[in-house]
Structure formats: structure tokens, C-alpha cells
């Protein structure tokens, strides 16, 4: 096995506090051949007209942590590729009715699928600011939960597969956010205060209705009580909803929730809070399944629909084509198509798939 000093590691910085601290902690462990890498996947020409673009003071951040701790950055543009394999798949999604989960591909196709290729083989390995934890046990490697149950972001990485794994490295993946905070303080890193970024990753600080907007329009439509068949209220394009949805459908009486989408029909569905738990749904199907180790033996596990601490127990069942019957233990809301379902077992991140049928 190669010895740490001679490896030759690649980071990537984004000018946040977390990746900055993976780039510190890599030092202090005694990599001494490590360089950082912004990766410019904001699209400021297509979307300069909704806002300030931030790269440019993520950049500026990204390059005094280099300057304090003396690593060189270099700028890799990845924009055409980020649109390519990401943002036209979150639109062809969208404007089929489906919930997308653009950063789940933006970890597989982006972080560490182009900007490998970029690489080739000139560095050992990628590490990242990421809260998850790689195991090598029994000849594979195992995606594993972080300790912080809020900031864990193994449901983004569910989608890397075993080469993907056996290159990247998480610096901060066994520490809480509050750790992290303490550490960079300890540090006096540039980044110590930053807050925290929100949303997509190609968004920065633009709303996600407000691109949805620029790239699909409006297109005003009835909202439809799934009760009485009663139109009571109107809506701007049935991608800007999503199944479970309660908040920014502007109806008296509610609250309301999205159950239904018809896309050729443009009528988004809605039911009362006290109908609510009758569009529970407990099996789904999932297709388009990756297990990140191998299938696993059991077939009671735990599943997160969504990023967050929240998880709850399933049963799968594995079809001949590959695609998992999931069956919930607790039923869920807002499941929706394109969403992603990511399978547990413990601590151990198994992979996932795409929810495609609500049954």
C-alpha cells in the first residue's frame, strides 16, 4: 500500500467551511502532495438575469484557505458536462411530472465522474468535504452513515459505485457539524464563519422555483380538491409541485396537500389535512437500483425517501429485472416519482434507486 506522504490527493475545495477543513485535516495527517480543485459548475451565462453569481466569492474564499495552508488551486471548468448530465436530466424530469434529485447526480456524474476523467490517473486519490465515512472490509468498500444524523449526506452518495469509492477519501465524514465549526475556529481557517450553503449545487443563491421558471415557464392550471372534483383554486405550472406538498398553494380553509399530478391535463390534486393519511403510501416501486457493495442478504432494512435523519423500516423484494418492490413500515406523504430511495442497513449505506410507481 502506498505510504500517505506519497500520494498524490486531489481535494475538492468549494470555499466552504467543510471542505476547507478536510483540506486541513489531510495536511496534519501527513499528505504533503495535495492539490485543491474548484470545480466552476455555475452556469452564470444561462442564469446571470436571476441574481449575483457566487462562484466568484466562493473562489475568492477557496483561495485564502490555499494561501493559509500553502496548497495550490486550480480552477477546472465543468459546466457544459454539469448541464449536460445533470441540469437536462432535472428538466426532462420536471416537465414530466417527476421529482428530481439533481445532487444525487451531481456526486456520481460530476464530482466523481467528470472531474475523474479530468484527472485520469495523475492523483492517487479525491477527497471532499463530505459528512460520510469509507470502510474497506472483506475485499469492497462500504459507504458509511456519519455521526451527525442532520448533516449526514450519504443519501447524496448513494449512486457511487466501488471504483468511485476506492478514490475518494472524507476528511470530516466522522466529525458533527458542530466539530467541524470548533475545528475550523481552532484553525483560524477564512471559511470559520461562512453559513453553511443551501439548495441545489448549481443554484447558489437562486431560488429553485425561480429556475424552474427561466427554463420551463409558467403555465396557469387548475387545482383540483381529489375529493369533491371541485376546481378551488389555480396554479402556475404543474412542475412547480411536488407530492406531499403543502406550503405555496395559496388556498383558504387548509392546510392543503399535493397528491396528484396529471401533466398532459395540467391539474395538480389536492386533499384536506383530515384525508391526508389515506394517501399514505406504503409500497413503491424502485427501479434503476444501484447497490453500491452488492446486492445484500437481508431483506428488512431501513429507508430514507429524502436527505435528513429521518428514516423508517422496509421490506424489498428483488425482481428478476432488477427493480426492488419496497414495502414502508410506516407509509410516506410525499413520496414521489424520481425521488430517490436509499437503503440502510445500520450504519451501512447500501445504495439506492429511483421510486417510479406509487402503488
Known amino acids: 500500500m502506498t505510504d500517505s506522504k506519497d500520494m498524490k490527493i486531489a481535494i475538492l475545495l468549494s470555499g466552504g467551511v467543510d471542505s476547507s477543513l478536510a483540506l486541513q485535516l489531510l495536511k496534519g495527517q501527513g499528505y504533503e502532495d495535495v492539490t485543491a480543485f474548484y470545480i466552476k459548475i455555475w452556469l452564470e451565462d444561462e442564469l446571470a438575469f436571476l441574481g449575483e453569481c457566487p462562484w466568484e466569492t466562493d473562489l475568492r474564499y477557496a483561495r485564502a484557505v490555499c494561501r493559509k495552508l500553502d496548497v495550490p488551486l486550480q480552477v477546472i471548468s465543468l459546466q457544459k458536462e454539469y448541464y449536460d448530465r445533470v441540469v437536462a436530466h432535472a428538466l426532462r424530469e420536471l416537465r414530466a411530472g417527476r421529482t428530481p434529485s439533481p445532487d444525487i447526480l451531481c456526486n456520481q456524474r460530476i464530482k466523481f465522474g467528470a472531474f475523474f476523467d479530468k484527472i485520469d490517473a495523475r492523483f492517487d486519490k479525491v477527497a471532499s468535504g463530505h459528512y460520510a465515512r469509507i470502510i474497506q472490509e472483506n475485499g469492497k468498500y462500504w459507504l458509511k452513515r456519519a455521526p451527525d444524523p442532520v448533516k449526514d449526506q450519504t443519501y447524496f452518495l448513494s449512486y457511487l459505485n466501488q471504483r468511485q469509492l476506492s478514490r475518494a477519501l472524507f476528511p470530516i465524514g466522522h466529525l458533527t457539524k458542530k466539530e467541524v465549526r470548533q475545528l475550523a475556529h481552532e484553525y483560524d481557517l477564512p471559511t470559520k464563519d461562512r ?9 447558489g443563491r437562486i431560488k429553485y422555483a425561480e429556475f424552474v421558471k427561466a427554463n420551463l415557464g409558467e403555465q396557469p392550471g387548475p387545482i383540483v380538491d381529489v375529493q369533491t372534483g371541485q376546481v378551488i383554486g389555480r396554479h402556475r405550472g404543474y412542475w412547480f ?30 386533499t384536506h389535512r ?3 393519511p389515506a394517501y399514505y403510501r406504503k409500497e413503491l416501486v424502485v427501479t434503476d437500483v444501484n447497490w453500491i457493495s452488492g446486492i445484500p442478504g437481508k ?8 436527505h435528513g435523519p429521518q428514516m423508517q423500516p422496509c421490506r424489498i423484494t428483488l425482481r428478476e429485472n432488477g427493480d426492488v418492490l419496497l414495502q414502508l413500515a410506516e407509509g410516506d406523504k410525499g413520496a414521489a416519482p424520481g425521488q430517490y430511495a436509499v437503503f440502510y442497513d445500520g450504519d451501512i449505506c447500501l445504495g439506492g434507486g429511483v421510486i417510479a410507481l406509487l402503488k
Not at 398553494?249 to 392546510?255: A, D, F, T
Open 274 to 276: 383530515e384525508y391526508i
Open 241 to 270: 409541485y411536488t407530492i406531499g406538498q403543502r406550503q405555496g398553494l395559496k388556498l383558504s380553509g387548509g392546510p392543503w396537500y399535493v397528491v396528484h399530478k396529471n401533466p398532459e391535463k395540467n391539474i395538480v390534486y389536492v
Open 195 to 203: 453559513p453553511d450553503s443551501q439548495g441545489i449545487c448549481f443554484l
Open 299 to 306: 431483506r428488512r432494512l431501513w429507508v430514507k425517501l429524502r
